[in-house]
């Protein structure tokens, strides 16, 4: 098997050429995917794609430009410049006919403000229609003028089920190249595709690695092989994965930071950042809250830091995150407000807003700041939901010293 005759990575062989082959995106580019109806009725905005790699951001760009006959550049924010852009708009004037220009500028976080500034003049006349990419959240990283013109769409992990269809035509593709017949069962695909963590560039790179060290089959050791860190965690259900993001929560709201510390090493093990970052952000705010209001703070930080460093150093503001978070006063008040409160809207309560709310002069609203301690009376419910609690303080100090401000300024204000 002379796998040196063939030198286009796996990965770009295997890129999509419509939005039926995309893996995963389905709200996207599936049947009724929002980008999908967009493209089909003519209809090309200038778009930011948002998510992590490998989840088919530059893949949809592609297809896209394919079906409008649009001219496609491409640009990487991390290496380009103004006068990048520049050229481009510069190509763009020498076309003919066609039917326009779309430049993919990925990374585009990596453009300072004034470098998206440029973009403007050019998204505004019609020169480009932009659809830039980053793996941060726009809004915090995009300049805000540019993100007002464009629709912003967020592509999500792809899951192992979705993933697993693309790892079969990978395994058939690299079986018609060297003209073998290759086994592999849908179990080792999907924990392929698992412990890739919902990149799909990544599983191929997995699978093309483990075609060309098997056998006849390709196994679940031959994978454990090029992955050792995952030894214990190669999962044929694919389920230990999440029972190990149950148990951290768990422990964590159990308060016990030696069991949440357990946990976030098993699943850090396998390289997981994405799925731990993620669970203990729903952990500060689903479980600790109201207590300690920091507790998302610092979930939030550690996600973002532990992206940035990646492994072996994303251990650091993870363990630091989790020993804080369980060892933090818990409460679930807001959680529980929140769902009494959705409860009561779906039931059809809750449908006549106070008119001081929301008339054009706000007429009869009372402006607290004008009272002392800036409170005053007055209904902010609907008229049928008046009286209604949701929220009831937690038994925690710093909820406690909340109500105690709570009760005084109404108190006074009798």
């Known amino acids: 098997m002379d796998g040196f005759k063939i030198k286009q990575p796996l990965a770009d062989r295997l890129r999509p050429t419509s939005f039926d082959q995309i893996a995963?995106?389905?709200?996207?580019?599936?049947?009724?995917?929002?980008?999908?109806?967009?493209?089909?009725?003519?209809?090309?905005?200038?778009?930011?794609?948002?998510?992590?790699?490998?989840?088919?951001?530059?893949?949809?760009a592609n297809i896209i430009a394919g079906m409008s006959d649009m001219q496609l550049f491409k640009l990487n924010a991390t290496s380009a410049s103004v006068s990048d852009i520049k050229d481009v708009i510069a190509s763009a004037d020498g076309i003919l006919g066609g039917g326009g220009t779309l430049l993919y500028l990925d990374e585009i976080q990596s453009f300072n403000k004034k470098q998206q500034q440029s973009l403007l003049e050019f998204t505004e006349n019609g020169k480009i229609t932009l659809i830039a990419?980053?793996?941060?959240?726009?809004?915090?990283?995009?300049y805000n003028a540019?993100?007002?013109?464009?629709?912003?769409?967020?592509?999500?992990?792809?899951?192992?089920?979705?993933?697993?269809?693309?790892?079969?035509?990978?395994?058939?593709?690299?079986?018609?190249?060297?003209?073998?017949?290759?086994?592999?069962?849908?179990?080792?695909?999907?924990?392929?595709?698992?412990?890739?963590?919902?990149?799909?560039?990544?599983?191929?790179?997995?699978?093309?690695?483990?075609?060309?060290?098997?056998?006849?089959?390709?196994?679940?050791?031959?994978?454990?092989?090029?992955?050792?860190?995952?030894?214990?965690?190669f999962d044929r259900d694919g389920d230990m994965h999440y029972d190990l993001l149950s148990c951290l929560q768990k422990s964590i709201r159990g308060s016990d930071p030696d069991a949440a510390v357990f946990y976030l090493a098993k699943i850090l093990a396998s390289g997981d950042i994405i799925s731990a970052s993620r669970r203990i952000m729903v952990i500060a705010n689903e479980d600790i809250g109201c207590a300690y209001p920091l507790a998302s703070v610092i979930a939030y930080c550690a996600a973002e830091t532990a992206k940035a460093v990646g492994m072996p150093e994303a251990v650091l503001p993870l363990a630091n995150a989790v020993c804080i978070l369980a060892t933090a006063p818990k409460s679930n008040s807001a959680y529980m407000a929140y769902h009494a409160a959705e409860a009561d809207i779906s039931k059809g309560l809750g449908n006549s807003i106070p008119t001081h709310l929301h008339s054009p002069l706000f007429e009869g609203y009372k402006y607290p700041h004008d009272y002392p301690n800036h409170y005053v009376r007055q209904d902010y419910l609907p008229s049928d939901l008046i009286g209604k609690r949701y929220y009831e303080f937690g038994d925690n100090k710093t909820e406690q010293l909340a109500k105690q401000y709570y009760d005084m300024i109404r108190k006074a204000a009798k």
């Open 133 to 142: 990419s980053t793996t941060e959240n726009p809004y915090h990283y995009v």
């Open 24 to 60: 995963g995106q389905e709200k996207l580019v599936g049947k009724n995917g929002i980008i999908r109806k967009l493209v089909e009725n003519g209809r090309i905005p200038n778009m930011i794609f948002y998510g992590p790699p490998g989840t088919g951001k530059t893949t949809v």
């Open 146 to 233: 540019l993100l007002s013109r464009s629709s912003v769409f967020e592509f999500t992990s792809v899951t192992a089920d979705d993933c697993v269809p693309t790892l079969k035509r990978a395994v058939a593709m690299l079986n018609d190249d060297f003209g073998v017949n290759k086994t592999v069962s849908d179990e080792v695909l999907r924990a392929i595709a698992a412990t890739a963590g919902g990149d799909v560039r990544m599983s191929i790179g997995v699978v093309e690695n483990a075609f060309y060290i098997s056998g006849d089959e390709i196994t679940e050791d031959a994978v454990k092989s090029l992955l050792p860190s995952v030894v214990g965690h």
